[in-house]
Nanobody, 120 residues
């Protein structure tokens, strides 16, 4: 099994910054692609950023140039540095990981989410 726990959310003013963290724990073989999704009130969950095990990244157009995804494989942790935050970034942010297990087929794991609120 694997557990993903997000942290770092909070309330910030427009133009401010936050750094989200997602730490994986449990019994698994490895983490492959990891990413961040978000869901704003009344909207569908959307992809924010992904990062491969080889540190290749991609971003939603809405966050390019402002957000940076990174990972620390030794800590089984993925980060999302969010700069120049806008009110439209307000959402619950979810961590996602493609997990390889020792004795099970790979599957996607999700965290419980952390709320980011950006005031105007």
């Amino acid at each position: 099994q694997v557990q993903l726990v997000e942290s770092g959310g909070g309330l910030v003013q427009a133009g401010g910054s936050l750094r989200l963290s997602c730490a994986a724990s449990g019994r698994f073989f490895r983490l492959n692609v990891m990413g961040w999704y978000r869901q704003a009130p009344g909207k569908q969950r959307e992809l924010v950023a992904t990062i491969t095990s080889g540190n290749s990244t991609n971003y939603a157009d809405s966050v390019k140039g402002r957000f940076t995804i990174s990972r620390d494989n030794a800590k089984n942790t993925v980060y999302l540095q969010m700069n120049s935050l806008k009110p439209e970034d307000t959402a619950v942010y979810y961590c996602n990981a493609d997990v390889w297990f020792y004795s099970a087929r790979p599957s996607a794991a999700w965290g419980q989410g952390t709320l980011v609120t950006v005031s105007s």
